[in-house]
């Protein structure tokens, strides 16, 4: 038998992992260049390959307040249950992706940026210059909310080896419908 974390068989959803997410892909953008579209193919094939609920792709201005519109108005109108965010993630005088989430989200994700670029090291050959990479991830008002570069290359391998693995467990968690490993308390001491 093949296991895997919380009973999930490679390939197949589980039941016990609850609903399969619906994901919105954004392109973080100064217009509607043809370049942006190429990124949020990659995720969305993705995100589909992995059987989640591919809702839409849009593109948002790289405005910080633009950003956080996207982010509440999706959350709070519950049109998905996360959200990919491409581009805007470096440290360029136009970039703000990361501080548009990392000022408004109610949680952050601690360890997906240091995952990414342990990725870029390790797997993609980028040495020190991983340093220089920025991505990010948290939660707003129960939707998990990720940030990536827009590099193809990079992108797909993040998609494949960080935000598809975790995807759906990181939804039944800011959701709170969390699996317990623990046995429920029996009532005596």
Do not use: W
């Not at 970039?95 to 090291?121: K, M, P, Q, S, W």
């Not at 340093?131 to 129960?142: C, H, I, P, S, W």
């Amino acid at each position: 038998m093949d296991f895997t974390p919380l009973g999930r068989k490679i390939g197949s959803m589980s039941a016990d992992l609850g609903p399969v997410p619906r994901v919105v892909v954004a392109t973080v953008a100064l217009g509607r260049a043809g370049a942006t579209e190429g990124s949020a193919k990659i995720v969305a094939d993705a995100v589909v390959a992995a059987k989640f609920i591919f809702v839409r792709s849009v593109t948002v201005n790289r405005d910080p307040q633009f950003i956080k519109l996207l982010v509440s108005t999706v959350s709070n109108d519950n049109q998905a249950d996360a959200i990919i965010l491409i581009g805007g993630t470096g440290f360029g005088p136009r970039d703000f992706t990361c501080e548009a989430l990392d000022e408004f989200v109610e949680r952050r994700i601690e360890g997906f940026g240091e995952a990414y670029r342990g990725l870029l090291r390790e797997e993609l050959g980028a040495g020190t210059s991983a340093l220089l990479a920025r991505a990010t991830a948290g939660v707003y008002n129960k939707c998990v909310v990720f940030a990536l570069p827009r590099s193809p290359a990079e992108l797909s391998r993040a998609m494949q080896a960080l935000v598809v693995p975790t995807l759906q467990e990181a939804v039944r968690h800011a959701s709170g419908r969390r699996l317990t490993m623990e046995p429920p308390p029996s009532g005596t001491s």
